[in-house]
């Protein structure tokens, strides 16, 4: 486990913070270095959300039946195409 996992407990915990770093940055109100410190950490977290999302991804397609890739049920498609958060 490295020193960002050990730091990062979990996704949301990630997202989080990676939610605060965009507003932070967005402010303006850094020094440069400030700015490109928050920058490296806001990657560091994204890259640590986006292995989550794979390693989430990799348990679901172990649990499909055949091993397999399925599509998502048609309720699912049909909330997300109509901005349904249900």
């Known amino acids: ?3 960002m996992e050990q730091n ?6 990630a997202i989080s913070e990676l939610e ?3 507003k932070t940055l967005e402010g303006g109100d850094l020094s440069l270095e400030q700015s490109l410190e928050l920058y490296e950490r806001g990657v560091r977290l994204s890259r640590f959300c986006h292995t989550r ?3 989430a991804e990799r348990r679901i397609e172990v649990l499909n039946d055949r091993g397999e890739r399925a599509p998502a049920p048609a309720t699912l498609t049909r909330s997300v195409e109509d901005g349904d958060d249900a």
Do not use: G, P, Y
Request: cysteine-free; overall charge negative; hydrophobic content about 40%.
């Open 8 to 13: 990062t407990k979990d996704f949301e915990s």
């Open 53 to 55: 999302l794979e390693d």
């Open 1 to 3: 486990m490295t020193a």
């Open 20 to 22: 605060s770093i965009v």
